[in-house]
């Protein structure tokens, strides 16, 4: 949707635009392999459009995507009218790979005499970020004077240490500098809120999900049972919490499977990850605490941190590395995050975010049938309840570890170079295969 919006958007200032009579967007490698399964079709119909994710109504965007299917026409950015077939113009060449990355798509305008006068390439790598072909591989460039200077774990914790602040007041401070405080606030605030509507939509439904493999959502039923249970039932079951942080996990990746409006964190397929741990610390871990907002902004901020660590340094795209550096980087930085939230040292945060990602190394990328369903709703929730496990045997340590979460992220990164493409979110390896062969 991004990339759709970006490039009508970058057409409309160079004055090309205005010259289009047509389009033509072309999916390549994963993307194409999983473009249908991810509703990656629809998002960049949307985006054509004028569509973001931010705005976009979820409940209506499947009837504006079908009304578009069926048109012969489309009004890009919502105000120029060309002409669309969807079927003849958004095209995936699942047996081409663009050289830079997996996950590629180029998309055209023509005028009326068919003649191409505007193009350009894109790369999604990962969390809802995108490159240009020119762009790739370059340094972003950075305006803004960051009071703290870091590229990686080891220098952070350093900037921590020699000013006698917690990992959260440095990225908070940073972030105040690029946006303001009121600002930081509000969109802490607002990550925060979509991460408990999302999961509040997810427990109210109990439908089946779309994409063809008839999977019924389990968190309403879920939920529903939890809920009726006695005091005496819970006490009856120690380990009930687990049940709950499930049910949250289920909630956020079911939505996420249907369309609806989640956080991407740090990647829309590990996006029931964080949310689940967030509320375990605010249902239960921060009872003893006052100020539970505030350990939620220290949470959502350090994990944030972790999160474009590992993005910097690595990759959070499943299609370049595979799993791990989708759940796998969610499991490190909701760990990490729950730490900070209940007071744990820097120390202690590093130590449980790489055994985080440490436990997910390896984790392949092989949605069946191309849809974040199977493995992916059961996959964030065994990663919620690792990073719950991880945060619990950090604390009970004095931080000390052997293996730093920077060697973690390099090993992670070099885990995924060596994995063949075919586990790594094209659909046509692991389970996705043997699925589809035994049913």
Not at 93 to 119: T, W
Not at 204 to 219: E, Q, V, Y
Request: hydrophobic share 40%.
């Amino acid at each position: 949707m991004r990339i759709a919006k970006a490039f009508l958007d970058d057409a409309d200032v160079q004055g090309k635009l205005a010259f289009a009579k047509s389009i033509k967007i072309e999916f390549y490698g994963s993307l194409a392999l999983t473009g249908e399964g991810h509703g990656s079709s629809k998002a960049v119909v949307l985006g054509l459009l004028g569509e973001t994710p931010e705005d976009i109504n979820p409940d209506n965007a499947d009837n504006i995507f079908n009304e578009a299917k069926e048109a012969i026409s489309i009004k890009l950015l919502g105000k120029q009218n060309i002409d669309f077939c969807y079927k003849e113009d958004v095209i995936s060449k699942k047996d081409m790979f663009l050289d830079k990355h997996s996950n590629g798509m180029k998309l055209y305008l023509y005028n009326e005499a068919k003649e191409e006068v505007f193009a350009d390439t894109y790369y999604s790598i990962g969390g809802g970020f995108f490159v240009t072909e020119d762009n790739f591989g370059k340094e972003l460039t950075f305006s803004y004077d960051l009071p703290y200077k870091f590229k990686n774990s080891r220098e952070l914790i350093a900037l921590c240490k020699e000013h006698n602040k917690t990992i959260a007041q440095i990225i908070y401070e940073n972030e105040c500098v690029i946006n303001g405080k009121e600002e930081v606030c509000h969109m802490l605030d607002n990550v925060i809120r979509v991460m408990e509507e999302s999961i509040d939509r997810g427990c109210s439904k109990s439908d089946i999900l779309p994409g063809g493999l008839k999977i019924k959502r389990r968190a309403g039923g879920l939920y529903n049972r939890l809920t009726s249970l006695s005091g005496t039932d819970q006490d009856f079951d120690p380990l009930f919490v687990v049940d709950w942080i499930n049910v949250w996990a289920f909630a956020v990746s079911e939505e996420n499977a249907a369309g609806g409006q989640i956080i991407t964190a740090p990647t829309n397929g590990a996006s029931g990850v964080i949310p689940a741990v967030l509320m375990y610390y605010k249902k239960f871990a921060s009872r003893k605490f006052g100020d539970i907002r505030k350990g939620m902004y220290d949470f959502i901020l350090t994990a944030s941190v972790i999160g474009n660590l590992f993005k910097t340094n690595a990759s959070i795209s499943g299609a370049e590395v595979g799993c791990q550096g989708e759940v796998g980087v969610a499991c490190s930085m909701a760990a990490g995050g729950l730490v900070a939230a209940m007071g744990g040292t820097m120390d202690q945060i590093e130590n449980a975010a790489e055994i985080g990602i440490e436990h997910n190394l390896g984790l392949t990328c092989d949605p069946v049938g191309g849809l974040v369903q199977v493995p992916c709703i059961e996959r964030n929730a065994m990663a919620a309840i690792k990073a719950v496990t991880a945060c619990r045997m950090a604390m009970k340590g004095d931080g000390s570890h052997f293996v730093t979460l920077d060697a973690a992220i390099e090993t992670m990164y070099q885990t995924g170079l060596d994995m063949q493409a075919k586990y790594k979110e094209t659909s046509i390896g692991g389970l996705a295969k043997c699925c589809m062969i035994n049913c």
